[in-house]
């Protein structure tokens, strides 16, 4: 079923892209590069919204349809499930969880499990293995020197495959494009609208 669903999600994604004008392509695409060069390691962090987008949509803007935001996804569609199991196991059993003695004991319990495993998991994600080029999970980017000096670095240590290199000049190619920059500039007017309000004093 799930091939099908693709191809199905293509075909409607055109239509709409035609009939309503609806750039979900390069919005998607848009999305993929400022995940690849954002500034904070976890995108809920990032202050900056979109302030051209409506605010009830503008946390889901600022993940950028990323593993981050299928993480939480996923980890709010679990928890769901939970409670749903929690819920009819207490109504078919009668439960009573706050007459019974024990909960506020159980309840410091899960506390201080979620407060202990926060350190650990974040200590995990922060872990680097060298030889197999990880450096964490969801790390960022570095940005010293320009792209061209990355990809001719790599490729004297041979630390990637010619394809990768390859799709990385693609993705230069495609930042330095006229297109792109007024992309950029049309999904960025209110961010940078701001920062010229910001930069531009009466001093300068």
């Known amino acids: 079923i799930i091939p099908f669903i693709f191809i199905t999600d293509i075909y409607v994604l055109n239509c709409q892209e035609l009939i309503q004008g609806w750039k979900v392509y390069d919005y998607v695409s848009y999305q993929n590069y400022r995940f690849s060069v954002r500034e904070y390691r976890w995108m809920m962090r990032n202050p900056n919204y979109d302030e051209s987008i409506i605010e ?5 803007d600022i993940l950028c349809f990323s593993s981050q935001f299928y993480f939480l996804m996923g980890l709010l569609s679990f928890a ?3 409670m749903i199991l929690a819920i009819t196991g207490i109504l078919r059993l ?3 969880p706050f007459g019974d003695p024990c909960f506020l004991l159980l309840f410091i319990i899960a506390f201080l499990i979620g407060e202990i495993s926060l350190p650990i998991f974040a200590a995990l ?3 680097q293995i060298k030889s197999l080029n990880w450096r ?6 570095q940005v010293e ?3 061209d000096d990355d990809i001719a670095a790599k490729l004297a240590v041979g630390e990637t495959k010619q394809a990768d290199l390859e799709q990385e000049r693609i993705e230069l190619q495609a930042l330095n494009s006229d297109r792109f920059k007024h ?3 049309e999904k960025n007017r209110p961010w940078i609208l701001q920062r010229l309000v ?3 004093t009466p001093r300068s």
């Open 198 to 200: 910001e930069l531009l």
């Open 94 to 96: 009668g439960y009573n």
């Open 183 to 185: 992309k950029f500039l």
């Open 80 to 82: 769901m499930m939970q």
């Open 56 to 60: 009830s949509m503008q946390t889901i």
């Open 145 to 147: 020197g320009t792209i």
């Open 125 to 127: 994600a922060d872990i």
């Open 136 to 141: 964490g999970l969801w790390a960022i980017r």
